[in-house]
């Protein structure tokens, strides 16, 4: 495993780190733990949570696996919610009693969504808590995580407030997020990267990816890895592992890992298409919906209208088997919004509901 220092603060973390949200069943301590510890072994260091991920559970897992293990050798990231104030402390102070730790050596002010969001998170306090908490030694270094455009991010950091930044960051979505990345460079603030695998698009669409690849014996995979880990400001892509075998192929994708040049950037730059940061990820974070429609499996039905330049009642009718969806599930929809607000990727979802229902 090849080690990059996060940012200014001296830490060197593994290329690949492990990212507690997909863990299959949560409900399986022993299972999943064995799952970080596996991580660990294989040279993972840097081990990344919050207090909502599976169903709530992961920060348990966490505790359960990462208490048995030296604490001196790996790091611990985790997070926020969207806690203010006084209850910023009360959710740190939950979070490191279920971590079984007394300090989280990264944590993140979690899911800043716009420019306006970030003002209103200051003015609640969350910033203040934060920063009190890291001078008793709760919390190692202050980070934020976000899912804003480039610009919009690039000025947040510009304030100095943090040493590390999480964002979504891949063959997909790149050129809308590097300028946060770049700017973070320029300012020495470490860089973790989300959705290294574009929510799983890329693997499930490996000939559409295929131009990522520098060599035909070559996985998409590993090089979408290799592609996320070129950038020279990027310190480590996250990657939720459900299982060993994952986390075992994503060590081997950077076996021997050197940095491709910028000549290989210029050359896949063109393959990136327009409508690529028009796809859903699959995060959830638009959940739930107050009809229960299940907007990330309608949104990935959409995705295979974007991806294969089909039409929407073609791409239902191969999912209407798959899932069991159907148009009136999405005609259900009240238009409320409270969906788009909250998507991750901006996407128009009632405007894609309607094409699918039609
Ligand atoms: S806009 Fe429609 S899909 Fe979105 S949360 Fe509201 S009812 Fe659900
Ligand atoms: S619609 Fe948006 S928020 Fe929902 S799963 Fe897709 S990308 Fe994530």
Not at 210 to 233: C, G, I, M, Q, W
């Amino acid at each position: 495993m090849l080690y990059r220092t996060f940012g200014k603060t001296g830490k060197d973390i593994s290329l690949i780190s492990f990212g507690g949200m997909r863990f299959p069943n949560h409900q399986d301590l022993d299972g999943s733990a064995e799952l970080l510890l596996h991580a660990h072994s294989q040279g993972i260091n840097y081990f990344d949570t919050a207090p909502v991920y599976c169903a709530d559970r992961s920060e348990d897992i966490f505790g359960h696996a990462l208490s048995q293990l030296p604490r001196e050798s790996f790091y611990l990231s985790s997070k926020s919610g969207r806690a203010k104030g006084s209850d910023f402390r009360k959710s740190l102070e939950r979070s490191l009693e279920r971590l079984k730790t007394d300090r989280i050596d990264f944590f993140y002010v979690w899911h800043l969504m716009n420019p306006a969001d970030w003002e209103s998170r200051k003015q609640e306090g969350a910033i203040e808590a934060a920063l009190k908490a890291k001078e008793e030694g709760l919390i190692g270094h202050l980070c934020c995580s976000s899912h804003m455009e480039g610009e919009g991010l690039a000025k947040v950091l510009k304030e100095n407030l943090f040493e590390g930044v999480l964002l979504g960051y891949n063959a997909l979505n790149f050129p809308y997020r590097r300028a946060a990345v770049e700017q973070a460079g320029r300012q020495g603030i470490g860089v973790v990267t989300m959705n290294p695998l574009g929510g799983g698009l890329i693997p499930q669409n490996p000939e559409r990816f295929s131009f990522l690849k520098t060599d035909e014996s070559d996985s998409v995979v590993s090089a979408a890895l290799r592609f996320n880990l070129s950038h020279p400001d990027i310190t480590t892509a996250l990657v939720g592992f459900a299982t060993l075998d994952e986390v075992d192929q994503a060590v081997a994708a950077l076996d021997n890992f050197t940095p491709e040049n910028q000549d290989y950037l210029q050359l896949v730059t063109p393959n990136i298409e327009k409508e690529f940061d028009q796809l859903c990820t699959g995060c959830g974070y638009c959940l739930p919906c107050p009809v229960d429609i299940p907007i990330p499996k309608f949104m990935d039905v959409y995705n295979q209208v974007i991806l294969t330049h089909g039409e929407p009642d073609a791409a239902m009718n191969r999912f209407r088997m798959h899932w069991g969806l159907t148009a009136d599930q999405a005609k259900a929809c009240t238009l409320c919004g409270a969906c788009e607000e909250r998507c991750t990727q901006h996407l128009p979802i009632i405007e894609r509901l309607k094409a699918l229902a039609s």
